[in-house]
């Protein structure tokens, strides 16, 4: 009786563990030729948090110094505000002169990237991005934050 026990678990792994580290086998051959890597598959996106929104951002390979991250910024807010800076982390920094922002208006800004930031075609660009802007007549620093991830082209 004991036999036949140990003879049917044997019998189990053999036909069932075959099986099993064929698909691990095969599991492994697709993460090896990235199947499994979402980044790749980035068509972008860009959020930011009250009072700004994002309509459209886009990133351009580095060719010298035009390369950087292009962003539609549009006011939600009740007020005009002015912008000062917008930095991306894994990219660069704008800063403007500072640039008012009526209400309901759209503001395209181009954040330059850093010389040890190139971007090249087909690379994705995944960063921070943290706003610091005014109320106009008021010299308190306010900020709004979010995320940038980009496809690079050319």
Same mark, same amino acid.
């Given at each position: ?18 099986? &099993?580290? $064929? %698909? ?6 697709? @993460?090896?030729? /990235? #199947?499994?890597?979402?980044? *790749? ?12 929104? &994002?309509? $459209? %951002? ?6 010298? @110094?035009?390369? /950087? #991250?292009q962003?539609?910024? *549009? ?12 930095? &991306? ?32 075609v ?29 496809k690079?082209?050319?």
């Open positions: 009786m004991r036999e036949r026990k140990g003879q049917a678990a044997m019998e189990f792994l053999m036909t069932y563990g075959w099986a &099993i580290l $064929a %698909a691990v086998i095969a599991i492994g051959v697709l @993460a090896y030729f /990235g #199947v499994f890597s979402p980044g *790749k598959y980035i068509t972008g996106n860009a959020v930011v948090n009250p009072p700004f929104y &994002i309509t $459209a %951002a886009n990133a351009k390979a580095s060719h010298g @110094a035009d390369g /950087g #991250v962003v539609a910024l *549009k006011n939600n807010g009740g007020e005009e505000y002015e912008l000062y800076t917008m930095v &991306i982390s894994n990219c660069g920094t704008y800063t403007g002169a500072p640039d008012t922002i009526a209400t309901d208006s759209t503001l395209t800004l181009t954040v330059d990237c850093d010389v040890g930031n190139h971007l090249d087909g690379d994705n660009i995944k960063g921070d991005i943290t706003i610091t802007y005014r109320k106009p007549g008021v010299s308190v620093d306010l900020t709004s934050t979010g995320t940038v991830a980009q690079v082209v050319a």
